[in-house]
């Protein structure tokens, strides 16, 4: 029997190693556990989100192909991300997993955007 954690996933396709680790500790810091998985090169951007939300226990799921990164709600309809990002600096990559951590736990969203703010 295989028991899963609630876990926010991030599925991955040929991700930017370094904007991952970023998004990881983002996560790691709001003390919310996470899970990550490389899919199959056919999956697109907003399917590897779409997916990951769904198949996460507490609806909350990353999508990361290159250096594109979207966070999605499982309530949401696929491509309709809570945030997109492309060639993201790595400020925004830690904000964008702290960010899908406090979507779980209710909390105000960090900035994403403007001057470098952590």
């Known amino acids: 029997m ?3 954690k609630p876990s926010i996933i991030i599925y991955t396709n040929q991700p930017d190693l370094e904007l991952l680790r970023e998004i990881c500790a983002g996560i790691e810091e709001e003390g919310v556990l996470f899970q990550v998985t490389q899919m199959g090169e056919e999956l697109e951007l907003d399917e590897l989100a779409f997916f990951a939300a769904n198949d996460s226990m507490l609806g ?7 250096q594109r990164i979207a966070m999605q709600m499982k ?3 696929k491509g309709k991300n ?3 990002l492309n060639s ?10 702290s960010n ?3 979507a779980v736990k209710k909390m105000p969203f960090k ?3 403007g001057d470098e703010l952590i």
């Not at 909350?60 to 290159?66: N, Q």
């Not at 993201?88 to 997993?97: E, I, K, S, V």
Request: net charge positive; glycine share 12%.
């Open 111 to 113: 900035k994403m955007f």
């Open 60 to 66: 909350a799921g990353i999508g990361v192909t290159g």
């Open 82 to 84: 809570v945030f997109e």
């Open 88 to 97: 993201p600096r790595f400020w925004q990559c830690r904000n964008l997993g």
């Open 2 to 4: 295989v028991v899963q």
């Open 75 to 77: 309530s949401l309809p």
């Open 100 to 102: 899908s951590a406090r």
